[in-house]
C-alpha cells in the first residue's frame, strides 16, 4: 500500500513588517488589547508588487530544495488562496508558468478560506495514496493585507501575508496516517468575504463575526480532534505536536488543552504573523521544522477553520 509523506517544506515573509504600535496610528486600538485578545504583535505586509503566485513562488522553491525535487518532478500544484492574484487564471497556473512546467494538473482551493490548505493536503493525500500521482505542492499563500478593511478594528488587526509549502510525495508508511475535511454552509454569514459577482455595494472586504465565530471553532475543533485521533485508533498521548490554523492564542491554547500538550508543543507563529488565512499552518509547520523543534518520527495533528464555514484536519508521521 503507497501512503503519502511530507517531502519538504518552505515558507515566504514579504520583508515590510506592521506593529502593533503602528497600527495604533491607524485605528482606535492598542497593542495591549491586540496582544490580550489575539496574542498578535505583529504582521509581515506584501510589498505592491508582490501577487500571491510570488509568494508562493519562493515557498514551493523552498519546499522542493528541502525535498531535494526539481519543479520538474512535481506532479500536481494545489494553491489555497483566498486572496488570488487574478480569479483566473488560477494562481497555481501563474506558478506553473513560472515554473516553466507544463501539463500537470493545477488549481487553487479559494472557497475554503483559513481551511484551504488542509482541504489542499488532503486531496493530494488521496492522488498520492491511489498512485495517481507522486509528487504533489500544496502551498498556502494569501495577502490578506488587501482585503481587510483599514478603517474596521475588529478585523484589520487580526491578519497578515505570507505563503508556506509542503511537498507530499509517496511512502511505503504513512506518514499522512489520515485527513479529514468538512463544512457547513449555514454559518456563512459568520466570516465572509464578498468579492464576486454580486451587486452589493460595500462588501469588498472581510467581514466577521469574531465573537461567534470563537465560540464555533472551539467547538468544532474539539469534536475534529476527537474524529481524528479515533480514525486511528490513536491517543491523545501519543501526538507530540499541535500544528494550528493561528487565528487566536486562545483559541490555540484550548485547543493544546484538549490535548493535554504544552505550548511549547505547539507551532505557534501568530505572535509574528498573525492571522495568514490559508498560509498560517504550512508556515507553523516550516518554521517548527527549520529550527528543528519537530523531528522525523514525530506525530502531527494540523488543523485549520475558516469561512464556509469550512476546517479540516490531519494526523501526520513527520
Ligand atoms: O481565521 C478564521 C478564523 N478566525 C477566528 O476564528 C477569529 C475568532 N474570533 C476571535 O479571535 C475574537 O473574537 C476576536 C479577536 C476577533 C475579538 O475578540 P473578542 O474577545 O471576541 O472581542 P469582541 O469582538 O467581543 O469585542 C470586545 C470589545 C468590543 O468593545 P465593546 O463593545 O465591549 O465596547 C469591541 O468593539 O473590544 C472592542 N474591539 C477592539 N478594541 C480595541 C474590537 N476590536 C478592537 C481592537 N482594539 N482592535
Request: glycine share 8%.
Amino acid at each position: 500500500m503507497t501512503y503519502s509523506k511530507i517531502l519538504g517544506t518552505g515558507s515566504y515573509l514579504p520583508e515590510k513588517i506592521l506593529t502593533n504600535a503602528d497600527l495604533e496610528k491607524i485605528v482606535d486600538t492598542t497593542d495591549e488589547w491586540i496582544v490580550q485578545r489575539t496574542g498578535i504583535k505583529q504582521r509581515h505586509i506584501a510589498a505592491p508588487e508582490e501577487n500571491a503566485a510570488i509568494l508562493a513562488d519562493y515557498a514551493a522553491r523552498q519546499a522542493l530544495d528541502a525535498a531535494g525535487l526539481k519543479p520538474s518532478d512535481i506532479d500536481m500544484i494545489i494553491v489555497a488562496t483566498t486572496t488570488p492574484h487574478m480569479v483566473f487564471p488560477s494562481t497555481a497556473c501563474l506558478l506553473q508558468e513560472r515554473f516553466n512546467i507544463s501539463g500537470c494538473p493545477a488549481f487553487d482551493l479559494n472557497a475554503t478560506a483559513c481551511a484551504g490548505f488542509m482541504y489542499g493536503f488532503s486531496i493530494a493525500d488521496q492522488y498520492i495514496r491511489t498512485g495517481s500521482i507522486k509528487h504533489a505542492l500544496v502551498i498556502g499563500s494569501e495577502i490578506m493585507s488587501r482585503v481587510v478593511d483599514w478603517t474596521d478594528r475588529s478585523t484589520c488587526v487580526l491578519f497578515g501575508d505570507g505563503a508556506g509549502a509542503v511537498v507530499l510525495g509517496p511512502s511505503n508508511e504513512p506518514g499522512v496516517i489520515s485527513t479529514h475535511i468538512h463544512a457547513d454552509g449555514k454559518y456563512k454569514d459568520v466570516l465572509y468575504l464578498p468579492l464576486g459577482t454580486n451587486t452589493s455595494p460595500n462588501v469588498e472586504t472581510v467581514k466577521m463575526a469574531g465573537n461567534q465565530l470563537f465560540k464555533l471553532a472551539v467547538n468544532i475543533l474539539d469534536n475534529l480532534f476527537d474524529e481524528t485521533l479515533a480514525a486511528s485508533g490513536t491517543e491523545k498521548s501519543a501526538v507530540d505536536w499541535l500544528i494550528p490554523h493561528q487565528a487566536n492564542i486562545r483559541i490555540i491554547q484550548a485547543m493544546a488543552k484538549k490535548l493535554d500538550l504544552p505550548l511549547d508543543r505547539v507551532a505557534i507563529t501568530l505572535e509574528d504573523q498573525a492571522n495568514t488565512s490559508s498560509a498560517s499552518i504550512p508556515l507553523a509547520l516550516d518554521k517548527a521544522i527549520r529550527d528543528g523543534r519537530i523531528k522525523p518520527g514525530q506525530l502531527l495533528m494540523m488543523e485549520g477553520f475558516g469561512g464556509g464555514l469550512a476546517w479540516g484536519s490531519a494526523l501526520v508521521r513527520y
